[in-house]
């Protein structure tokens, strides 16, 4: 059971809840999001991607309208199992 780090005042609506239960998966240890930036095209629901690894984990991209938001997750789960435990946060 890992950690959401809350350290931006603003997130992209909706991100928060699933990051809370994405938190409570083993083997994730800290869950933080970063920087948000407008993207060129637009996704009308919230969609998490993996992007890539990173030092202690992997960082993925949140998009919701026309926003990404970076989301740095530090586990020691390969690719492919974060990505399924994300796809099914995405179906949700």
Known sequence: MG???LNHSTNIEGLIPIL???ALENNIKTITPAVISRA???SSNLIIRLSVKTING???IARKGNTAQ???IS????KDELKEIIDLYNKK
Do not use: D
């Not at 586990?75 to 390969?78: D, I, K, V």
């Open 3 to 5: 950690r959401l780090v």
């Open 20 to 22: 809370q239960k994405l």
């Open 40 to 42: 060129r095209g637009r």
């Open 58 to 60: 992997y960082k993925a």
């Open 70 to 72: 970076e989301v740095f």
């Open 75 to 78: 586990t020691e789960l390969s």
